[in-house]
């Protein structure tokens, strides 16, 4: 499991190869999945230069909220003294699949940790006129020495309101759907539970982003992956001699 919360990529000046004047690039940066970056009609390759201002440890991308499909690739590439991120590499993954799948839009990579002040994400889809992507994730991550207790679980929940007529029939007001996801992280110890499970709560607390990936080598990635925030506060809890745990409820945002 790959647990993320440190969005090196929000602080940073970004640079968009392509945008329109009035969804431009700098919305990858801010809360709203659904206010996404778009690229100017008829681009379908472009990418994002994020100068972190100093260098930073980044392990983890991922890239929400976008139209991407099957067909689309990406590129991760970080330097620390070339702003356009094409010499002195530190790190360069070349260009992979972006293991997109259809209703989902989301790409989730992770790679050697480097650090590097300028990072590029060069994204390309050849069957689409436009790129679109809502918000993107580039910083560390963190892999609990034990996974995820069995019986978590990631619920599609949906809160459209129901009405009914005197006669019986039903009307809807559709709200999209969103994930739930729900887990427990046992086992850890005192050092590793403070310094990660307890760190994100204090830092993200119920209204800034977490991302937690069961496992991202999966086939279902994209259904088990939620970009959201916390719904509750939880306590950390000392369960036994050297077992501390704490419980987690993700919830998507949009």
Not at 195 to 216: E, M, P, T, W, Y
Not at 225 to 249: D, M
């Amino acid at each position: 499991m790959l647990i993320a919360w440190e969005n090196k990529a929000d602080a940073a000046t970004l640079l968009a190869s392509s945008e329109i004047s009035t969804l431009p690039g700098a919305n990858v940066q801010q809360s709203h999945v659904a206010q996404r970056w778009y690229t100017a009609a008829g681009v379908n390759s472009a990418y994002l230069i994020f100068d972190m201002l100093s260098s930073v440890a980044c392990a983890l991308l991922a890239v929400i909220g976008t139209n991407l499909t099957a067909a689309a690739t990406v590129r991760i590439r970080a330097s620390d003294v070339d702003p356009t991120v094409t010499g002195t590499l530190l790190l360069d993954t070349g260009v992979i699949a972006g293991g997109v799948k259809a209703g989902y839009g989301a790409i989730y990579k992770a790679f050697a940790s480097s650090t590097a002040r300028y990072w590029r994400v060069d994204l390309e889809d050849a069957s689409l006129t436009q790129l679109q992507a809502g918000r993107v994730f580039l910083g560390p991550s963190w892999a609990p020495t034990f996974n995820q207790e069995y019986g978590w679980s990631v619920t599609s929940t949906d809160e459209s309101l129901i009405s009914e007529s005197y006669g019986g029939q039903d009307y809807a007001d559709i709200r999209p759907q969103r994930r739930l996801l729900e887990f427990e992280l046992k086992w850890g110890s005192e050092a590793e539970m403070y310094g990660n499970a307890f760190a994100l709560s204090r830092a993200q607390g119920i209204s800034k982003d977490v991302l937690a990936i069961h496992d991202i080598t999966s086939a279902y990635v994209s259904e088990q992956a939620v970009w959201g925030r916390c719904t509750a506060a939880q306590p950390l809890v000392h369960r036994t001699t050297l077992n501390f745990r704490q419980k987690f409820s993700i919830k998507e945002r949009l």
